[in-house]
């Protein structure tokens, strides 16, 4: 999986680009009126009801754009929130705060939209031993702030990219010639350049599960849109040989039912490619 040092990486990369992007040469609508000298004091105001999440990312945009500017926290991230409540006062440069706010309200809108649909699943998935992960659906050039929202609300995050996993899907194993074949050149690959990497392999059905468990090496099996008879079966087959993954359109209706079917985890793109932001405003005071 990938790594603290290379997770600050991504983050760091996406709040220079987003300033690059939001400011250019300047933010010319406080340039001309506000003096650069000038101090003042703003809250993140909650204009809705759900799960907080990007006041730690918000700490580091603000820190970016001015080193001096004070953050008192009050709420902090995972946290229930609701209509009215304040997240956090910032303090110091009028210029720096307003050249912060966008970035920062963008961001933990679509992170607290995020922590709060993953909320809903964990809290479905209560009493069982299954757990809710996040997948490569995210927005393009913000993984790392959707992922880190998943875990916020208290699911696992997937694998982080390409780079991190061995998936085998359908296209994978169809252009390989097959599931053993893709698994032997698969292994053959890694052990060639020396990489040490989990290997998880899609079954379509439950012959393809049989297929899977007689060539070992095998960490996980993602059973995809298999129904809620052969799910159970495939994990009864699988045993302790593997663990197990549900996905294929999974929502708040059936996700309770695959649990129940002994999977260790259920994957969805719902989680990031599915929600609808939390209201966030930054005022000044």
Request: net charge negative; charged share 25%; with cysteine.
């Amino acid at each position: 999986m990938i790594t603290t040092t290379q997770f600050n990486q991504e983050i760091d990369l996406i709040i220079a680009n987003a300033i690059r992007e939001d400011v250019g040469d300047g933010d010319h609508s406080s340039l001309a009126c506000i003096p650069d000298t000038a101090t003042g004091k703003a809250q993140l105001l909650v204009k809705d009801t759900g799960i907080l999440a990007g006041v730690e990312f918000a700490k580091k945009v603000f820190a970016y754009v001015d080193p001096k500017l004070v953050i008192d926290v009050q709420i902090e991230d995972g946290t229930p929130v609701h209509f009215g409540d304040v997240a956090f006062f910032v303090t110091g440069n009028s210029q720096a705060i307003l050249k912060a706010e966008r970035l920062v309200l963008n961001a933990m809108q679509r992170m607290s939209a995020i922590a709060t649909k993953t909320k809903e699943f964990v809290n479905l998935l209560e009493g069982t031993n299954t757990q809710i992960l996040d997948t490569r659906k995210t927005t393009p050039g913000i993984r790392a702030l959707e992922k880190w929202a998943v875990k916020i609300g208290g699911g696992e995050n997937h694998r982080f990219a390409l780079y991190d996993m061995i998936m085998l899907k359908d296209n994978h194993i169809d252009f390989a010639g097959g599931i053993t074949k893709a698994i032997e050149k698969t292994k053959s690959y890694l052990a060639a350049t020396n990489r040490e990497l989990k290997i998880i392999v899609e079954a379509r059905d439950l012959q393809e599960v049989r297929t899977i468990l007689a060539t070992p090496g095998v960490y996980r099996i993602l059973l995809d849109n298999f129904s809620y008879e052969d799910t159970r079966t495939a994990v009864e087959m699988i045993g302790e040989q593997c663990l197990t993954e549900s996905s294929g359109g999974i929502n708040e209706n059936t996700i309770r039912q695959y649990a129940e079917c002994g999977v260790n985890y259920i994957s969805s793109g719902a989680l990031t490619h599915s929600v609808h932001n939390l209201d966030l405003s930054l005022k000044a005071i």
